[in-house]
């Protein structure tokens, strides 16, 4: 029966064979790799697409994909936050907040936990423990804030911390996107540091409290714009956060967007060592792609 199954699948060129087509050969050393988060009309994450769903251009340059990846990846992470004075009013949002993304990670993943006022403090080694984590975070949020607020300093630094780690990289800041005296750095720096290693920024937008012009009243503030353009620049996302999130399934779809992202590689037409205009687009129609807007090419 085993023969005669075998030999009418060949004659008639039925096969069982895994429906996807071969994977790409793995990148070579001069290859970019590029991650893209991808989502429909409606928000949602589109996690069925394959290689021929993607096409990349490099400076205007359509270029094959050299490797392809799709499954469920490990992330390394900073969950920086905000102790800023500006913030001491949602500060227990901002902390369960943090916690439901440590609920999140999954055994592979690593992380550090880092917060930012008028100083920047980052763990100094990154962990899957999440007693370690949970410690950690209890430790930012116990530190007193004071004025100025070094936001792009703070990110800086975090893209420094996880850059030399494996695999996907990402800094994950809870603010309100206000910056008023970082010393080292700008936003069009940190922009393009994150873009050359790289990591991409999770922007969760705070909104603070102040008072109103009846100072029985607190009246909301939403945050910098500049916050979501870290987040479109670098390939991340951008949530903002109120006192009506629902932050299980939030952050749920935080996580699932962190590991459930394609890898997709290409060899640039220029190995120059400089910054490259960079655009990934989807084949099917109505969906849209999250990717780093530029990179640097090996030299």
């Known amino acids: 029966m085993r023969t005669l199954v075998v030999a009418v699948a060949l004659a008639t060129g039925v096969v069982a064979q895994d429906a996807q087509p071969a994977p790409i050969a793995a990148p070579s050393r001069g290859d970019v790799q590029v ?22 251009y490099d400076e205007g340059r359509r270029r094959p994909l050299t490797s392809f990846r799709s499954s469920t990846q490990p992330i390394n992470v900073v969950i920086l936050i905000d102790a800023s004075a500006s913030l001491e009013l949602v500060q227990e949002q901002i902390k369960i907040s943090a916690e439901r ?22 763990t100094p080694e990154a962990t899957s423990d999440r007693v370690a984590l949970a410690r950690a975070l209890n430790g930012s949020m116990s530190r007193r804030a004071r004025a100025p607020t070094l936001l792009w300093d703070a990110i800086d630094l975090a893209i420094a911390a996880v850059a030399s780690e494996s695999g996907r990289r990402v800094v994950l800041v809870f603010t309100d ?32 409290l102040v008072p109103g012009t009846n100072p029985l009243r607190m009246v909301s503030v939403t945050p910098n714009a500049r916050l979501r353009r870290f987040a479109d620049e670098t390939g991340g996302g951008y949530v903002e956060l109120t006192l009506k999130t629902d932050l299980g399934a ?12 394609y890898l997709l590689g290409f060899t640039p037409d220029r190995p120059d060592g400089a910054m490259h205009e960079l655009r990934v687009t989807p084949m099917r129609p109505g969906l849209h792609v999250r990717a780093r807007l530029r990179y640097r090419a090996p030299s």
Not at 250 to 261: K, S, Y
């Open 35 to 56: 991650y893209a988060t991808v989502v429909d009309a409606s928000g949602a994450l589109v996690a069925d697409l394959d290689r021929q769903d993607f096409e990349i």
């Open 177 to 208: 996107g206000d910056d008023t005296g970082s010393r080292s750095t700008n936003f069009n720096r940190v922009v393009e540091r994150a873009q050359a290693d790289d990591v991409m920024i999770y922007g969760i937008g705070v909104t603070r």
């Open 101 to 122: 993304v440590m609920e999140r990670l999954g055994p592979d993943d690593r992380a550090r936990i880092g917060s930012f006022s008028n100083e920047v403090v980052i």
């Open 250 to 261: 939030t952050f749920a779809r935080v996580a699932d967007e962190l590991h459930r992202q």
